[in-house]
């Protein structure tokens, strides 16, 4: 092909005008490579249409700001898909799958954050209910200690008033025998009861009568021992013996006796009986 | 200016952004005046001018430096992008019989800010005969095909061809 022939065509005006199609474009090329006149004819068209196009320019000035305009989105776009001719799928892939990622690890976050949330309010309530049930425990047995605690205070309190009681009627018995005014009567065993001994304190002033038994015999079923005062030789029923007082644990205040010369003690039916059966006597002595 | 158009180049190809604020300073002008040329709209040729940044950022590897001057290259590119620009189809409805009368009327001296290192070129557009304007102004600025200048000016497809290539061929003499 002869090369002025060829530039001639007109077909590097048409490629400098950009008329070309990409497969003519390549052949203009490939033309220009191999033949040094063709390229330098087609470097020539194109400076001359750009330096007329320059010459052929409008006198308007640029827009205010446009330069920083520019340039900015000039960086804005190399910074959003850099190197987009030599690489244009991995710049893109990363432009758009970045956002979503961080989206979803944002959900994923907020999905942590709900189970841990989740995690700790059962873990809460589980802590809550084991603590109730704890305190419930806890204060059921502070009730039963407390329960413990009263009727330990109440029995303390009754045995409390049981010595209290006992020392009195001791106190009583002390002041009994420590009274001058107290006739010592010793009431022997008869032969019903020959080891049997007991005495009666006598006050002939107040009429007072208290019995200390030492000794007797264990009374038969349904029966208890009755002390009588014999007047100018008639009985007077003084009272009955409780068991503590038959066994000998204290004295007994017995009923007043106006008078006596001698007391005597009977067993009789249990609440005593009006007249002393003589048959039963157990002790007697004289008021000396 | 006070670097080389070479010195510009190398950074450009290292990548250096800083170079990007250099070259806008040195060649914008010229471009956006192109480009506006074109398309017509101030706001529209402004988006042209930074979508071109951008396109030469990023093919800058595919420029031959020993094929032509750098505004040779980075020209044609803006002038693609905004022939593309206006061949698009919203952009193409009402606006092409008003390239006809616009490319007489807006013919003045180029911008400050670049001026061509040829000497003459202020005669460029008297050395044409008003026939070979009309036709290079249609083809380089209209963005039309010569069948296309042809059918708009009703004219052989032939004469336009001649008339094409006796106009380039006066610029080219003019430059060399």
Redesign the interface.
């Known amino acids: 092909m002869d090369t002025q022939d060829y530039i001639e065509s ?1 077909i590097l ?2 490629y ?4 070309l199609t990409e497969v003519e474009r390549a052949e203009v090329e490939r033309q ?1 490579a191999a033949h040094p006149a063709i ?1 330098q004819e087609l ?21 205010a700001g ?2 920083e ?3 900015e ?3 804005a ?2 910074r959003e898909q850099p ?4 690489a244009p799928a991995q710049p893109e892939q990363e432009a758009v799958v970045r956002p979503m990622l961080t989206s979803h690890r944002d959900v994923a976050d907020e999905t942590t954050r709900i189970n841990w949330m989740m995690a700790a309010s059962v873990a809460l309530l589980l802590l809550s209910v084991a603590g109730n049930i704890l305190f419930y425990y806890q204060w059921k047995n502070a009730e039963n200690d407390l329960a413990i605690a009263l009727n330990g205070q109440q029995q303390m309190a009754s045995t409390m008033q049981a010595v209290e009681k006992r020392l009195g009627q001791r106190s009583e018995e002390v002041a009994v025998l420590r009274n001058d005014e107290f006739r010592d009567v010793a009431l022997k065993g008869t032969d019903n009861a020959p080891d049997a001994s007991a005495r009666v304190l006598f006050n002939p002033t107040t009429h007072t009568v208290y019995l200390d038994v030492r000794n007797l015999p264990t009374p038969p079923v349904g029966k208890q021992y009755q002390l009588w005062a014999l007047d100018n030789g008639k009985p007077i029923d003084a009272g009955t013996l409780s068991q503590t007082t038959a066994q000998g644990d204290n004295l007994q205040l017995m009923n007043s006796i106006a008078s006596a010369q001698a007391f005597a003690m009977t067993v009789e039916q249990i609440g005593g009986s009006p007249v002393p059966t003589l048959s039963t006597m157990a002790v007697m002595g004289q008021v000396l | 200016m006070s670097f080389s158009e070479d010195a510009l180049v190398q950074r450009l190809r290292a990548r250096d952004e800083a170079a990007m604020t250099l070259f806008y300073d040195k060649y914008s002008a010229a471009l956006y005046g192109v480009i506006l040329r074109i398309v017509k709209k101030e706001e529209i040729a402004e988006d042209v001018l930074q979508e071109s940044l951008v396109k030469i950022w990023h093919s800058f590897a595919s420029y031959d430096a020993s094929k032509g001057r750098l505004f040779t290259w980075v020209l044609n590119v803006c002038r693609n992008l905004a022939i593309d620009k206006i061949r698009s189809r919203q952009y193409r409805v009402g606006s092409r019989t008003q390239t006809l009368e616009d490319s007489s009327a807006m013919r003045q001296a180029a911008p400050s800010g670049f001026r061509p290192e040829h000497i003459g070129l202020q005669e460029m557009t008297n050395k044409l005969s008003p026939e070979q304007k009309q036709v290079i102004d249609l083809l380089y600025f209209g963005g039309f095909t010569q069948s296309e200048v042809a059918e708009e000016l009703d004219l052989p497809l032939g004469t336009v061809k001649t008339r094409a290539r006796a106009g380039i061929k006066v610029l080219s003499k003019l430059i060399r």
């Open positions: 007109g005006e048409q400098a005008l950009g008329e220009a390229q470097d020539t068209v194109m400076e001359a249409l750009a330096a007329y196009a320059v010459q052929e320019l409008p006198a308007s000035a640029p827009p446009m330069r305009r520019v340039l989105g000039w960086q776009a190399i190197a987009a001719s030599s």
